[in-house]
């Protein structure tokens, strides 16, 4: 083991990490978790009473270069909500209710403290999601990162019955598009970000005009998670189709839910803009053509409903803590483009 240390890798801060991450996994469990933290394997018996032909749903992503900034303002407690929430929001966009959570965390020197508070941040975005932190890696790797860098990686399973699986197939003209709003940037665009704020000699702790926090503040605020409130409209709402707006923004994720011979119009003035956006927008001088396939602008998520649908499920979104918005609707013409209106 001396040997092991004097190569960089701490086993000791190892088992220390991994004793204080027990009781954080431990908050998040489900009835169908069958193991405890620690195991080779993370176990997990699905429901059978709840679905008769379930159809599991899988997504991995991570962070990005979101990580610069933790690192910059050496705050870690929210990067890890938005570690689960770039997988649960991914897998919800085909009705799918998560169920548990892997992590991946990398770095050049383990601090069991630093590695608790990113896995606090996992853990808040599991309880937010409803999923369990079912297990997950920490890897000391000296010479593959800086000393107080790491990198972190994600992966989450749901189910959803299969009549209920929702692919974009039923959606057609006449349907209407629900934005639900973001909290910020969420975890997209953070090269364009750095380098705006490079080249314009911003400092993170400048304070965003028009708001009580700072640049670095408002540009950590996690990524929001829609799963809770999306899955009880599903319990009442025939949704056609749903979009999680991440990179590509609205104009590359919306025509992803479209099928053939439909596309998607939408009002870039039905909604307002957030502080973050018309501060990246004035320091960048860059138009909305080279703004909106980078960040998602204020529209986290998007729902298609039928418009007699529309009133209803607006109720049941409000209801549930989410600002929503008719953005636009689908008209006749090519998937593949987004008509501004």
Not at 150 to 173: M, Q, T
Not at 293 to 299: A, D, L, S
């Amino acid at each position: 083991m001396k040997a092991y240390q004097k190569a960089g890798v701490d086993l000791a801060a190892a088992d220390e990490a991994v004793e204080l991450l027990k009781p954080l996994a431990k908050r998040t469990l489900r009835p169908e978790v069958l193991s405890g933290l620690g195991g080779f394997g993370g176990l997990f018996a699905l429901n059978q009473s709840k679905y008769k032909n379930p159809v599991l749903v899988s997504g991995t992503d991570g962070v990005g270069t979101k990580l610069k900034l933790a690192f910059e303002l050496d705050s870690h407690e929210t990067i890890g909500i938005d570690l689960v929430a770039m997988c649960v929001n991914d897998i919800l966009v085909q009705g799918a209710e998560p169920l548990f959570f892997l992590d991946y965390l990398a770095c050049g020197k383990l601090f069991p403290q630093k590695v608790e508070a990113v896995v606090k941040g996992i853990s808040e975005g599991c309880l937010q999601s409803g999923c369990a932190l079912l297990g997950g890696e920490t890897a000391e790797m000296p010479g593959m990162y800086k000393t107080a860098e790491y990198d972190l990686a994600g992966f989450a399973v749901g189910a959803v019955e299969r009549e209920k699986l929702i692919d974009g197939s039923k959606i057609e003209a006449g349907n209407v598009l629900l934005g639900l709003a973001s909290s910020g940037v969420h975890s997209n665009g953070f090269s364009l970000v750095h380098r705006i704020l490079a080249e314009n000699s911003q400092s993170l702790n400048s304070n965003l005009p028009g708001t009580a926090e700072t640049i670095g503040e408002a540009l950590l605020t996690p990524t929001r998670i829609y799963v809770k409130s999306i899955l009880k409209l599903l319990e009442v709402v025939d949704v056609r189709g749903m979009s999680h707006i991440t990179g590509g923004g609205l104009p590359g994720n919306v025509p992803r839910m479209l099928p053939e011979n439909t596309v998607a119009e939408i009002d870039k003035s039905a909604w307002p803009d957030l502080p973050i956006f018309s501060f990246l927008r004035k320091e960048s001088g860059l138009p909305d053509e080279e703004l909106f396939p980078v960040f998602n602008m204020g529209i986290g998520f998007v729902i298609c409903v039928p418009e007699s649908a529309e009133k209803i499920a607006k109720e049941i979104l409000e209801q549930n803590g989410e600002t929503v918005y008719r953005i636009g609707q689908i008209v006749s013409g090519n998937k593949t483009e987004v008509r501004w209106v």
